[in-house]
């Protein structure tokens, strides 16, 4: 996921707020994590998936590094080997742990994990209540870069557990009682038409955004058309049933090849039991809702998708340009659903450009002219990761509402589906 860039530096006596803001993001990660049973919190269930304990250790160890021990006099950390241990991708800073092996931690301990983040929290009010004068603006700064990087391994963790407890032949449900989605009836597609021109994408504002949303910059956007709403289960089925898996003319080599090798024949979590297609959720098990947006597909599947409907996923450019039309609401994290929607009838579209599932654009994941990563080990996260992957948009039902805007840019590998990810079709006017 994208790492941060410069925002404006709040003052002095903005740190109370900014205190009283990171209490309520770290509760945020710790009350996700209460449902779950000790044993979960150590399990790996594929490369790209981490532990949970992990990514409560791990933020943790980020304002630690990027905040205590440079700015906290006498700071001591809880034990040395952390930085080893949770350090995820900054190679200038130290020598991570493997990515792959996360799962063969099973020291330290849950508890001891939740001890560490208690003594960063305790060290980052004791920093905050009598910071260094001549550093507070950079405190502040990287504070905030902290708060953002949190937010996203929440959505981490609820993409993570989902994996993990998908793969128990028990489908245990992460939680019981998350609330059952009305039905809603099937909408009908429409195609909003959008002026070509010279446009302008990118971050603008004093606003926190990720340096891979700057700088602000110019773009020609042709016609274009964008669907109403994304595609939906039921818009899938009609995909599947027509043989869609089966027929190599709509995918590109490279996603034809990775169908030929893990046989996928639906998108995860889908389950076929006598003629009825069930899907597993952050609840369990629960009927496939056919009208809410399809979630958990690939790139390579979205784009296959396009080629048989007789489209194409929009540019990211193209997909900005609407959203900024459109209000900023929509089924995030906070709606409590945990599960993409079927959009309520009646609507001015497009709808459900925000939240409900990411949106896989037919753009490449590069810099914009004249991006500069940031100084120091905190601009090795993103810059170095602009070549094979595909841009999404829109932000999910696991996405805090705060955390997103328009011009936020998610990227993922083509081949990547446990994230909440759809699509929304587009073609040209």
């Avoid at 709040?10 to 205190?19: F, I, K, V």
């Avoid at 507070?136 to 990287?142: L, S």
């Avoid at 597609?189 to 110019?218: K, N, S, T, V």
């Avoid at 069930?278 to 947006?293: V, W, Y």
Wanted: a negative charge.
């Amino acid at each position: 996921m994208p790492n941060p860039a410069p925002a404006a530096a709040p003052a002095l006596a903005d740190l109370e707020r900014l205190l009283t803001r990171f209490r309520q993001v770290r509760a945020a990660s710790e009350a996700l994590c209460a449902p779950l049973e000790v044993e979960d919190f150590v399990i790996q269930s594929m490369p790209d998936v981490s532990p949970p304990k992990w990514h409560l250790a791990h933020v943790s160890w980020f304002f630690e590094t990027f905040l205590l021990t440079p700015f906290l006099r006498g700071y001591r950390p809880l034990e040395p080997a952390y930085d080893h241990l949770f350090n995820s991708y900054y190679q200038t800073h130290g020598t991570p742990f493997p990515r792959a092996q996360r799962g063969l931690l099973s020291r330290p301990g849950v508890a001891e994990v939740y001890s560490y983040r208690a003594q960063v929290d305790a060290a980052i009010a004791e920093l905050l209540r009598q910071p260094p004068a001549e550093h507070i603006e950079e405190i502040a700064r990287r504070l905030e870069l902290g708060l953002q990087h949190e937010q996203q391994h929440q959505e981490l963790l609820l993409m993570d557990i989902k994996h993990i407890l998908a793969q128990n032949p028990l489908q245990p449900a992460y939680r019981r009682d998350l609330p059952v989605p009305v039905a809603q009836p099937a909408s009908v597609q429409r195609w909003h038409g959008y002026p070509g021109g010279l446009r302008h994408i990118g971050h603008a504002g004093d606003g926190f955004a990720f340096d891979c949303e700057l700088p602000r910059h110019r773009v020609f956007v042709a016609d274009f058309e964008l669907a109403s709403q994304p595609v939906s289960n039921a818009d899938f089925l009609a995909f599947i049933e027509d043989g869609g898996y089966r027929r190599s003319a709509f995918w590109l080599s490279d996603g034809w090849n990775l169908v030929q090798q893990a046989g996928w024949q639906a998108p995860l979590y889908w389950q076929r039991r006598g003629g009825r297609w069930l899907e597993m959720t952050l609840a369990g098990l629960r009927e496939l809702d056919r009208q809410a947006p399809v979630c958990h597909i690939s790139f390579y599947e979205a784009e296959a998708y396009a080629a048989w409907a007789g489209a194409r996923l929009p540019s990211e450019a193209e997909w900005e340009v609407a959203a900024l039309e459109q209000p900023l609401n929509g089924n995030f994290i906070e709606s409590g659903y945990l599960q993409p929607l079927a959009a309520a009838p009646g609507l001015d579209g497009p709808v459900q450009l925000y939240g409900d599932v990411w949106e896989w654009t037919g753009s490449a994941y590069r810099p914009y002219p004249g991006f500069r990563a940031l100084e120091g080990s905190l601009g090795e996260y993103n810059g170095k990761f602009m070549c094979g992957q595909m841009v999404l948009r829109g932000g999910c039902c696991a996405t805090p509402q705060a955390h997103i805007r328009a011009s936020y840019r998610n990227f993922f590998y083509p081949a990547m589906r446990w994230q909440f990810a759809g699509l929304r079709l587009a073609r040209e006017a």
